[in-house]
């Protein structure tokens, strides 16, 4: 575990950080690469009443229950706002209730539902579910409820506290890495994370976005990554940007996989025509590079090219995953191009092909490149054609 940078410790007069970095951390989910460690964020409301706003995860507990004890200073806190209950947030939620038994979770009708599966704790009298728009007094602090579905998940809502105009926006405006590695480049993580963790969910994002319009947001405080105080539009832009399913970026996406080589090579040359053309370009070896980065950049980019061997009389199998992510991302809206090798039967193009006819709003350009085994002469000029196509 980490210390947090003091910036984060004081989100205002009486709201103050008591979440956790966690350095230990290799995969997300089990399955997203955390390389500079993940925070999850937790923050205590001090006024007549006193509220916890989540928790945090199962690895980080008793750093977060040392956080929430210093905080206290020797009050006992009256509630537990449970915005999202998936265990990164909800793993210390029994924890507290048991400590201090007048304790009341605050949460969605879901949640009310979901918190006991997680526990053999018994939630009895002590939770209130609370309705859209219900109003929780503290004091001079006051928190707004409403209901943000799937954005993570069924049960999410957010928060809105209007003394110091906080929104807590549970997932949304998160993203990976610890707070003691954070850096002035919000986009990057947050792009990878809000596409792998929330990009189906694009329609229920903008719900949730409309809902908060209402509000005079002055901070907004996520469930990971940093507490954004400074030129929200920006963060909100990007947000809309993102959950319409228009790219952010004028340019092109290379996503390959090669058995021999021959393929990457193709996808290179293809690179140096785009970037000749005054492309922006990037390029993504999917048997090597991260999956969630790959998935990333499809969102990102206006245009995409598949690049991938014909295996087994079907697509190479980093391709296939490729696809399939993308798929059950709800990945839309966008330009694809395609390049297949094969030594005796290449088909890979037209079977990526009847694959993307099955996604929404994908136009997939007629020209292609047929790489037979390895690049000559004639595969260079269709990957010059290609680029030109591309350009267009
Ligand atoms: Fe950060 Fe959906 O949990």
Same mark, same amino acid.
């Given at each position: 575990?980490?210390?947090?940078?003091?910036?984060?410790?004081?989100?205002?007069?009486?709201?103050?950080?008591?979440?956790?970095?966690?350095?230990?951390?290799?995969?997300?989910?089990?399955?997203?690469?955390?390389?500079?460690?993940?925070?999850?964020?937790?923050?205590?409301?001090?006024?007549?009443?006193?509220?916890?706003?989540?928790?945090?995860?199962?690895?980080?507990?008793?750093?977060?229950?040392?956080?929430?004890?210093?905080?206290?200073?020797?009050?006992?806190?009256?509630?537990?706002?449970?915005?999202?209950?998936?265990?990164?947030?909800? =793993?210390? !939620?029994?924890? +507290? *209730?048991? @400590?201090?038994?007048?304790?009341? $979770?605050?949460?969605? /009708?879901?949640?009310?539902?979901?918190?006991?599966?997680?526990?053999?704790?018994?939630?009895?009298?002590?939770?209130?579910?609370?309705?859209?728009?219900?109003?929780?007094?503290?004091?001079?602090?006051?928190?707004?409820?409403?209901?943000?579905?799937?954005?993570?998940?069924?049960?999410?809502?957010?928060?809105?506290?209007?003394?110091?105009?906080?929104?807590?926006?549970?997932?949304?405006?998160?993203?990976?890495?610890?707070?003691?590695?954070?850096?002035?480049?919000?986009?990057?993580?947050?792009?990878?994370?809000?596409?792998?963790?929330?990009?189906?969910?694009? =329609?229920? !994002?903008?719900? +949730? *976005?409309? @809902?908060?319009?209402?509000?005079? $947001?002055?901070?907004? /405080?996520?469930?990971?990554?940093?507490?954004?105080?400074?030129?929200?539009?920006?963060?909100?832009?990007?947000?809309?940007?993102?959950?319409?399913?228009?790219?952010?970026?004028?340019?092109?996406?290379?996503?390959?996989?090669?058995?021999?080589?021959?393929?990457?090579?193709?996808?290179?040359?293809?690179?140096?025509?785009?970037?000749?053309?005054?492309?922006?370009?990037?390029?993504?070896?999917?048997?090597?590079?991260?999956?969630?980065?790959?998935?990333?950049?499809?969102?990102?980019?206006?245009?995409?090219?598949?690049?991938?061997?014909?295996?087994?009389?079907?697509?190479?199998?980093?391709?296939?995953?490729?696809?399939?992510?993308?798929?059950?991302?709800?990945?839309?809206?966008?330009?694809?191009?395609?390049?297949?090798?094969?030594?005796?039967?290449?088909?890979?193009?037209?079977?990526?092909?009847?694959?993307?006819?099955?996604?929404?709003?994908?136009?997939?350009?007629?020209?292609?490149?047929?790489?037979?085994?390895?690049?000559?002469?004639?595969?260079?000029?269709?990957?010059?054609?290609?680029?030109?196509?591309?350009?267009?």
């Amino acid at each position: 575990m980490a210390t947090v940078d003091p910036k984060y410790i004081t989100v205002s007069d009486d709201v103050l950080y008591i979440g956790v970095d966690d350095l230990k951390i290799d995969l997300f989910e089990g399955q997203y690469a955390a390389p500079e460690g993940m925070s999850y964020n937790s923050y205590l409301i001090l006024d007549e009443k006193v509220c916890i706003m989540d928790t945090t995860d199962p690895n980080t507990k008793d750093e977060w229950e040392q956080n929430l004890i210093t905080a206290l200073n020797g009050r006992t806190p009256d509630y537990l706002v449970v915005l999202h209950c998936e265990p990164d947030h909800a =793993a210390c !939620v029994s924890w +507290a *209730l048991e @400590k201090w038994p007048q304790c009341q $979770v605050i949460c969605s /009708a879901k949640a009310a539902q979901f918190l006991p599966q997680f526990s053999d704790f018994d939630y009895t009298g002590r939770i209130q579910a609370v309705k859209e728009g219900e109003k929780l007094s503290l004091g001079k602090h006051e928190l707004e409820f409403f209901m943000t579905p799937m954005v993570h998940w069924p049960e999410v809502m957010m928060a809105y506290e209007s003394y110091d105009k906080i929104l807590f926006t549970a997932d949304a405006f998160g993203k990976f890495g610890a707070l003691c590695h954070e850096t002035d480049d919000w986009a990057c993580e947050a792009r990878r994370y809000y596409f792998n963790i929330c990009g189906k969910y694009g =329609a229920q !994002v903008q719900a +949730a *976005l409309k @809902k908060t319009a209402k509000f005079d $947001v002055k901070i907004i /405080a996520p469930l990971h990554g940093p507490v954004l105080r400074e030129n929200l539009m920006y963060y909100g832009k990007l947000y809309d940007t993102w959950s319409k399913y228009e790219p952010e970026t004028k340019g092109v996406f290379i996503a390959h996989c090669s058995l021999h080589g021959n393929t990457a090579q193709a996808a290179q040359l293809l690179k140096d025509e785009l970037a000749a053309l005054g492309e922006k370009v990037a390029i993504s070896d999917l048997c090597r590079d991260d999956m969630a980065e790959a998935v990333e950049d499809a969102f990102r980019y206006d245009r995409i090219v598949l690049a991938a061997p014909t295996y087994d009389s079907g697509i190479m199998p980093a391709m296939d995953d490729f696809l399939h992510h993308l798929k059950s991302k709800a990945w839309q809206r966008r330009s694809v191009a395609l390049m297949e090798n094969g030594t005796w039967a290449p088909q890979s193009a037209r079977l990526m092909r009847n694959q993307l006819a099955e996604f929404k709003d994908i136009t997939v350009l007629d020209q292609q490149v047929t790489i037979k085994s390895s690049v000559k002469a004639e595969t260079r000029e269709a990957i010059k054609a290609l680029a030109k196509a591309l350009t267009h």
